[in-house]
């Protein structure tokens, strides 16, 4: 399938960005296969139980120790065949234990989570695919991902829910494409998305408060005090655990996300991973004028120093953001548990 043809607003708003640069016109290229890959994966995901068991484990596990999935497995062929079609150097994903060498004269990376929300295919939640694209490096695989999220040329993602939406910043703004279904081709739906800087929802497992820091616990209180606490004002908690369909209710109505590291062996450093989820999504974000940190770091100012490593991550609405930043700066964070939860509370055993 040539996105050229088959969607021609994408290719025309990419292209145009390039400005007859090379570099530029590489990177509309390599975003036209992953929109390409989408667009099969989207086939897949959309005929469910009738495409066989899509969400049964395959008996292994990723790189990082996950269980996979079978569509996690189909998801990463599809992304990694439709590069090698495109100008790409370098191919980083969460299926794979090393970085793999596609064209070594091209001039991109491209690092990706074929299917996020996996764990949801069953129960057909939107899951979808995150891409993170740079400038190759001229010391090799390994420095072209190991850097700052800012030095990104381009992120999105891509969700499968009730329709299948592009979520794309080339680093001027973010637009909205949605996959027109009797074109087979995505269309710009919306152009310039912003994140308001403040908000009335977090999404959070809060089944993990008695593992969080107290700078965590205490702005989750803080929140469910609603109207009668310090905020002044009512919040509605959602979690969906799927990173691209929390990110897009976001870009949709505003809110804050926090999936932050807690005392739980394995999630010390947080649980998601920097450089093809954390990293991309924050791009967008902050392209949208929202806010995205570890709790205390910028997420894009981070330098990994492991292909899966792992971080805390906290973005949305700027203002809740940086209300988070400041709990974690405090050191008198430790006031005692909300009542709700505390030994005393109204759920004691």
Known sequence: MNTRLHSPEL??????????????????????????????IQSLVQRGPLGGALGASTGDANSDGDVQKTL???????????????????FASEEENEI??????????????????????????SIGTIFSIFAKSSAGATTTFFRPGREQLAAGYMIYGPHTALVLTTGQGVDLYVLDPE????RLASAGLRIGPDTKEFAINASNYRHWSP??????????????????????????????????RI??????????????????????????EAAPIAMLVEQAGGAATDGAERILDLVPSELHQRTPFIFGAAQKVDRVAAYHRDAAATREASPLFAARGLFRS
């Open 251 to 276: 870009f949709s109505r505003g809110g804050v996300f926090l999936y932050p590291a807690d005392a739980r062996p394995g999630y010390q450093k947080g649980r998601l991973r920097l450089i093809y």
């Open 11 to 40: 290719w025309s708003r990419t292209a145009a960005q390039s400005e007859n640069d090379p570099l530029r016109s590489a990177l509309a290229e390599t975003i036209g296969a992953l929109a390409d890959a989408a667009i099969e």
């Open 100 to 125: 793999h060498t596609l064209a070594p004269e091209a001039q991109l990376g491209v690092a990706v989570d074929p299917l996020d929300g996996s764990s949801n295919i069953d129960v057909n939640v």
């Open 72 to 90: 996690d497995v189909l998801a990463n062929d599809i992304v990694l065949n439709a590069l090698r079609t495109a100008p790409v150097a370098y």
């Open 215 to 248: 700078a965590v616990r205490m702005f989750i209180d803080d929140c469910l005090q609603g109207a009668d606490g310090p905020r002044g004002k009512n919040f509605n908690m959602r979690w969906v655990a799927s990173l691209v369909a929390e990110t897009h």
């Open 183 to 186: 074109a087979r081709g995505f």
